[in-house]
């Protein structure tokens, strides 16, 4: 997964901003032929006017003769250069590039009312010191209206965001932008803009349906290299699930192979007169190979929101399969010859299917869909796609009809499907990362933002042991964090523990850690006159705790370090505390009923 998440490439832009200058446009009456018959938009971004169009031709563009004859310039009927008769095929091609010329002029024209340029401040945190951010940068990508007056864009545009500005086309000004929901699976997010002279002459555009292979689509954006508005087109070459590089999830996309670049994310690939998809990232060291979320992906963001209010995940099975190739297996485990499955390998204990389903099961059917032994289902004309697409599809708290094999006995099993959260967070965006420091411990809850801190290639640079849980360890209750001591900020206090750094922390005073607001509950409710801290390797720490408290506000001060815990932390323990006096005060009343009245 590491590696695949490394070559996908999140494409919002980071250069410097410039004036924008509104071309002239003119849908009707079509301009006068150029000299040069306009070439297909493919490797290059192309200008809005048929004159700013750049020049290379393609091996399906017009001919570089032009197409009228000679003869029609000179004297009437007498051609200088006869006309050649166009066999069949020349004349199919001709018409395709004609009708894709079209679509890509009707495109740029659907989008000059539609599509905006977002400009992002953001600051993230410092997961290595969590109590501060990183400093702030500006990005910039696209985005385009749907209707309900929002703006639909990619989550990485927007993520970490402290404030975001919309800019339309052939407008100097730029408005302010409110971030309504955002999905980092999926990598979309919906803006609000208040303004209403930014509404003014804008129109939405509507969603469409998966394109078909070899279907030509039109991505419009605001890519690096200029500041005007830029068509690229491209021709639909796969479909099927794809490693999203932001969210680091699984889903549906479309491979195109227009050239996708950055600032190109959040604008849309329109075909015909609607959207087919939202551009969002590219593969690195390929040429001309780009993705984007296509329509089925947008809606169930876009339903997800409009009936909780924010957005509410992608459902999963929690299940890992296996696939049944080989015949030796299936012989194994009882299928017959006409059975198609995969084998259930581990199962989630989170999930409801850990309820009914089993390790090696043989899951048969989804829904009454059959599922081939390379855990694939039918999808549209011939084509296949793994059936974990059936199941993201579903909304929360759906139930499902599965079908398994189990100890050579078909089963039906009714199973509700909801998202599940690994044990160890894939990312953190919007989110201040949790911390608790005590004796300058600092004891943090294991990310893999905190895995990314270590750099590009942070599978290989990171503590191996931490990596390795990161990726394959399952939860096995709600709520459960593995806590490690990300460091040591030194102090006479803490003198010889500063090499125990980037281990797991397993008990405090005997306790089992469940997560950090557990073990931040047992170190500041310590009763005893010694702390005792487990950790991996058999490592044990053991601190005076009247000594260590009091070394806790020096080392804050001498770090300059505004608390001793995160917010979330801190306000727990706040709510915490007025619990305990609101249920006290009942109890004090009562006594004190007795002792006066008996």
Not at 133 to 162: C, L, P
Request: net charge negative.
């Amino acid at each position: 997964m590491h590696a695949s998440v490394r070559l996908l490439r999140r494409l919002s832009s980071s250069s410097s901003s410039r004036s924008l200058r509104r071309l002239p446009f003119h849908p009707s009456p079509l301009p006068p032929p150029h000299p040069f018959p306009l070439p297909l938009l493919r490797t290059r971004t192309r200008a809005l006017l048929p004159h700013l169009a750049g020049r290379r031709l393609s091996t399906i563009s017009w001919a570089s003769t032009p197409s009228v004859r000679l003869g029609e310039c000179g004297a009437l009927g007498t051609p200088a250069i006869p006309e050649v008769e166009k066999s069949e095929g020349e004349e199919e091609v001709d018409s395709v590039v004609a009708r894709h010329d079209t679509d890509a002029f009707a495109a740029v024209e659907l989008a000059l009312d539609s599509v905006v340029k977002v400009f992002t401040v953001s600051s993230g945190p410092n997961y290595f010191l969590p109590w501060q951010n990183k400093s702030q940068r500006e990005s910039m990508g696209s985005g385009f209206v749907i209707s309900g007056r929002r703006i639909v864009t990619n989550a990485h545009v927007v993520a970490d965001h402290t404030f975001v500005l919309v800019r339309k086309h052939g407008s100097p000004t730029k408005y302010k932008a409110e971030v309504q929901a955002v999905g980092h699976e999926c990598d979309l997010a919906l803006l609000t803009v208040e303004s209403e002279e930014f509404w003014e002459g804008m129109n939405s555009l509507d969603l469409g349906d998966i394109p078909f292979l070899q279907e030509a689509v039109a991505v419009v954006g605001y890519p690096q290299g200029g500041d005007n508005i830029s068509v690229t087109k491209g021709i639909v070459s796969r479909v099927e699930p794809t490693q999203y590089a932001h969210g680091a999830t699984q889903l549906m996309a479309i491979q195109i192979d227009a050239a996708i670049n950055p600032g190109n994310s959040g604008g849309p690939a329109i075909m015909g007169d609607k959207v087919a998809g939202v551009a969002f990232q590219n593969l690195s060291g390929a040429e001309n190979i780009g993705y984007i979320i296509p329509v089925p992906i947008i809606n169930r963001f876009i339903s997800g929101v409009e009936e909780s209010g924010k957005y509410s995940g992608f459902c999963s099975l929690g299940i890992s399969c296996q696939a049944t190739e080989n015949i030796q297996i299936r012989e194994c485990f009882g299928m017959r010859p006409e059975m198609t499955g995969v084998l259930v390998s581990r199962i989630n204990p989170l999930s409801d299917a850990y309820k009914v389903l089993r390790k090696d099961d043989i899951l048969l059917e989804f829904d009454g869909v059959p599922i081939a032994n390379d855990g694939t289902v039918p999808f549209r004309n011939r084509e296949r796609i793994t059936f974990d697409h059936l199941v993201s599809m579903k909304k929360p708290e759906e139930t499902s009809v599965i079908k398994v094999l189990r100890d050579g006995k078909e089963h039906e099993l009714t199973v509700t499907l909801r998202p599940l959260q690994p044990l160890v967070p894939v990312h953190q965006f919007d989110k201040l990362p949790s911390y608790y420091i005590f004796a300058g411990f600092v004891f943090i809850p294991l990310t893999q933002p905190y895995l990314h801190e270590f750099g590009e290639d942070w599978y290989n640079t990171s503590p191996r042991r931490l990596c390795e849980r990161a990726l394959r360890e399952l939860p096995k209750k709600a709520d459960q964090q593995l806590v490690i001591l990300s460091q040591v900020l030194m102090d006479d206090i803490n003198v010889g523990y500063e090499r125990l750094a980037e281990l797991q922390v397993r008990k405090v005073n005997g306790v089992e850690v469940e997560n950090l607001k557990h073990l931040c509950s047992i170190v500041e409710g310590c009763t005893e006159e010694n702390l005792r801290f487990d950790l991996d390797d058999e490592r044990v720490i053991v601190l005076k705790f009247q000594n260590a408290k009091l070394a806790t506000s020096r080392i804050l001060k001498r770090h300059r370090i505004p608390s001793a815990m995160s917010s979330d932390l801190s306000d727990e323990q706040a709510s915490n505390e007025t619990d305990v006096v609101g249920r006290g005060l009942p109890g004090v009343v009562h006594w004190l009923r007795r002792l006066l009245f008996g």
